[in-house]
């Protein structure tokens, strides 16, 4: 019996241990994940003003527009 409740102490500690790394993951991780991979798709698939003008108003940025995002953002330049 003492085997058995030792196991489920066991248990019960992975399972709350994994509860807890989980909700980091998805709570501060993920998101931070998600938004860097939107803003290099949209980088991706933007139309970018980077002229050296416009590089050197924007700290050596280019502005960029894409379809499905509003306004303008900045992208880093790839020359």
């Known amino acids: 019996m003492k085997e058995a409740t030792g ?3 066991s248990t019960v500690i992975v ?4 509860g807890v790394l989980a909700t980091f993951f998805f709570s501060y991780l ?3 994940i998600h938004n860097n991979f939107q ?3 949209d980088c991706n698939r ?3 003003d ?3 003008k416009t590089r050197e108003g924007n700290e050596g940025y280019c502005s ?9 953002f ?4 790839k020359g």
Do not use: F, H
Not at 15 to 18: A, D, E, L, Q, T
Not at 64 to 72: I, L, P, R
Not at 74 to 77: A, G, L
């Open 7 to 9: 196991e489920l102490n």
């Open 15 to 18: 399972i709350i241990s994994v």
């Open 30 to 32: 993920w998101p931070m």
């Open 39 to 41: 803003k290099q798709a």
């Open 46 to 48: 933007a139309t970018c």
């Open 50 to 52: 980077c002229s050296e």
């Open 64 to 72: 960029c527009t894409a379809s499905g995002v509003d306004g303008t």
């Open 74 to 77: 900045r992208c880093v330049y």
